[in-house]
């Protein structure tokens, strides 16, 4: 019986252990297939792949230029007087030599009657000096004619005196003329003072003046703004960039009233000196206002260029992602496996162009990297091409499996991304 109990407890430690083996042998063979990267899932992000370009950039600043007209001034009068008419409005175009006010002139146009009159007298005294200059002339010659012992001296010294005194007087009448016509145009300038006309083309400001208002001298009556096709656009640069201000130079324009785009316009004066407060230069630029939009006093953006162009590397404005400590990009690569990943990389950004943002530092022309959908990666992640949201760009249905490693070019993405609207 003993031997019996020994044997069975024999067979049963045998089939414990072989139990045991067989058992760690699966384990053994299960393990390498669960811990298999292959046969597991890895979530990926899809979002549009581009190239760094290079364009061609040239630094600029953005200043505030400000409207003038090209004649512009504040017509105010010369002499005290009463208003008798007023010949505009206010906001009225103005042609040239249009009247704008009339003063009284009853007093000027009495005294310009006056010196008329006195031309007349110091005209008539002039002809009665001229008879007695030939009267006396006639006399002397017939005294001269007869002989020196039929008359004396005296009396040929008398004639002579005669006739010096009548050229005499003759002169005097001629400057008495002289000095009454220079009256009269004394006081034409006077009465032509006291109408004042339009100097050349403008619109009229506010009217200020009235008819029976006296006016004392130096009022100010209106101010007129010259209407021309081209008007004046004047800026300020600092004065470090005051040796690239050239007559010559071509800026950009842009505001509501120059239009939907910008406008290309030329420097055509610089300021002779830079300015004590503000250590600015003054330029001024022509801009066409053939359609009468700008005015005297607004202000247009102007963009001025401030060093010569070069060749920068730029990339999307959807591929930037900008944080407290620092901007950044994620560019697009395989890594040894040859699937494709997403590694943030930090870049020092310039001036935008427009969609684009040039990059200074960081990225070199061809490098791929994230644009439209870049906001969702992080730095490592599975990446596959295609505008996000687009089913084919994400991987084939079913959830287990593998998303294809290959990435098409850039001009591919792009294409997609295009036909359907650009739209993240």
Do not use: C
């Not at 130079?249 to 503000?278: H, K, Q, Y």
């Amino acid at each position: 019986m003993n031997r019996k109990w020994l044997i069975g407890s024999a067979a049963l430690v045998v089939l414990a252990v072989v139990a045991a083996g067989v058992i760690a042998t699966m384990r053994a063979r299960e393990k390498p297939q669960q811990a298999d990267p292959a046969m597991a899932f890895e979530p990926f992000e899809a979002a549009q792949i581009v190239e760094a370009e290079l364009v061609t950039f040239q630094p600029t600043a953005d200043m505030v230029g400000t409207v003038f007209a090209k004649r512009s001034v504040m017509v105010r009068n010369e002499l005290a007087a009463v208003v008798r008419e007023v010949g505009f409005d206010s906001g009225d175009t103005i042609e040239a030599g249009q009247v704008l006010i009339r003063q009284d002139d009853t007093t000027d146009r009495a005294d310009l009657e006056a010196a008329h009159a006195a031309v007349r007298v110091a005209q008539a005294n002039v002809e009665q000096a001229e008879t007695e200059i030939a009267l006396a002339e006639v006399e002397l010659q017939r005294l001269s004619s007869v002989q020196s012992r039929a008359i004396a001296e005296v009396e040929l010294d008398r004639a002579r005196s005669r006739l010096d005194v009548a050229r005499a007087s003759r002169i005097r009448w001629v400057a008495e003329v002289d000095q009454a016509r220079a009256r009269v145009a004394q006081v034409e300038a006077r009465i032509e003072k006291l109408t004042i006309r339009a100097p050349f083309r403008a619109r009229a400001g506010m009217r200020t003046v009235h008819e029976g208002q006296y006016l004392g001298e130096g009022t100010d009556i209106v101010s007129l703004q010259e209407l021309t096709d081209t008007i004046y656009l004047d800026f300020a640069v600092p004065q470090e960039y005051a040796d690239r201000a050239r007559v010559g130079t071509v800026v950009m324009a842009s505001g509501e009233l120059l239009g939907p785009e910008p406008v290309r316009i030329e420097v055509v004066a610089v300021d002779s000196t830079v300015s004590r407060e503000t250590r600015n230069l003054r330029i001024r630029a022509i801009v066409d206002n053939s359609k009468g939009n700008l005015s005297p006093g607004m202000f247009v953006q102007v963009r001025v260029p401030i060093d010569a162009p070069s060749e920068l590397v730029a990339v999307p404005s959807t591929a930037i992602r900008r944080a407290a400590y620092g901007d950044s990009v994620f560019v697009v690569g395989a890594d040894d496996n040859g699937t494709f990943r997403a590694r943030q990389k930090f870049v020092t950004l310039g001036q935008t162009i427009g969609e684009r943002v040039v990059v200074l530092d960081g990225l070199k022309p061809g490098d791929r990297i994230a644009a439209a959908g870049s906001f969702k990666l992080r730095d490592g992640v599975k990446i596959v091409t295609g505008p996000p949201g687009d089913p084919a760009g994400a991987g084939p249905p079913g959830g287990g499996a593998e998303p294809a490693h290959g990435m098409p070019g850039p001009d591919k993405a792009d294409a997609s991304h295009k036909e359907r609207g650009g739209k993240s």
